[in-house]
T-cell receptor, first 114, second 113 residues
Framework: GENVEQHPSTLSVQEGDSAVIKCTYS??????FPWYKQELGKRPQLIID?????GEKKDQRIAVTLNKTAKHFSLHITETQPEDSAVYFC?????????????FGKGTTLSVSS | DAGVTQSPTHLIKTRGQQVTLRCSPI?????VSWYQQVLGQGPQFIFQ???????GRGNFPDRFSARQFPNYSSELNVNALLLGDSALYLC????????????FGQGTRLTVV
């Protein structure tokens, strides 16, 4: 089955710096790669996603890149702000006719200090 | 539109007991998946259901079971509870065949004592 590895487990940056989180996956049939942000005691919230037919996607300060050959994808946050502090999870899914079932990485705790 | 709703929000059970958790998907979503999130870890996939049939299963023991009803709501059952079953149980729903975002409910916090 699918296995997702995520690094680093913790990341501390200064406000305004960039943050990069990297994930690798094992199942070449996975075709959907979302990133979730989870604040303490709350549900995971989708922040950006990318499908396997796209190499890069950007939404304001957040971007995701996908390298299908190497089976890895990355989250890039620019101009970080204290409110970006949270746990971030990458996930992979073989999304299709039965919907989406996600295999998650172990998470990255991002701390942005002002 | 209401989002994914789960009940109850919190639950305390004793070792050996059985528990049933409930999930109502977003209207129009026919696919439901369940996840277990132990404190400090990422959510772990338990089950996926679509059209009342199990379409995927994670690496969980047979004590875990689920079902989906004609209205696409779902229940997760856990028998013979262990202390290690204490976790946040998340339900997510999604459309099929097209846009594939999974929307999560607020979760059920299960504590086994």
């Amino acid at each position: 089955g699918e296995n997702v590895e995520q690094h680093p487990s913790t990341l501390s940056v200064q406000e305004g710096d960039s943050a990069v989180i990297k994930c690798t996956y094992s199942d070449s049939a996975s075709n959907y790669f979302p990133w979730y942000k989870q604040e303490l005691g709350k549900r995971p919230q989708l922040i950006i996603d990318i499908r396997s037919n796209v190499g890069e996607k950007k939404d304001q300060r957040i971007a995701v890149t996908l390298n299908k050959t190497a089976k890895h994808f990355s989250l890039h946050i620019t101009e970080t702000q204290p409110e970006d502090s949270a746990v971030y999870f990458c996930a992979a899914s073989r999304s299709g006719q039965a919907g989406t079932a996600l295999i998650f990485g172990k998470g990255t705790t991002l701390s942005v200090s002002s | 539109d209401a989002g994914v709703t789960q009940s109850p929000t919190h639950l305390i059970k004793t070792r050996g007991q059985q528990v049933t958790l409930r999930c109502s998907p977003i209207s129009g979503h026919k696919s439901v998946s369940w996840y277990q999130q132990v404190l400090g870890q990422g959510p772990q996939f338990i089950f996926q259901y679509y059209e009342k049939e199990e379409r995927g299963r994670g690496n969980f023991p047979d004590r875990f079971s689920a079902r989906q009803f004609p209205n696409y709501s779902s229940e997760l059952n856990v028998n013979a509870l262990l202390l290690g079953d204490s976790a946040l149980y998340l339900c997510a729903s999604s459309l099929v065949g097209g846009r594939t975002e999974a929307f999560f409910g607020q979760g059920t916090r299960l504590t086994v004592v």
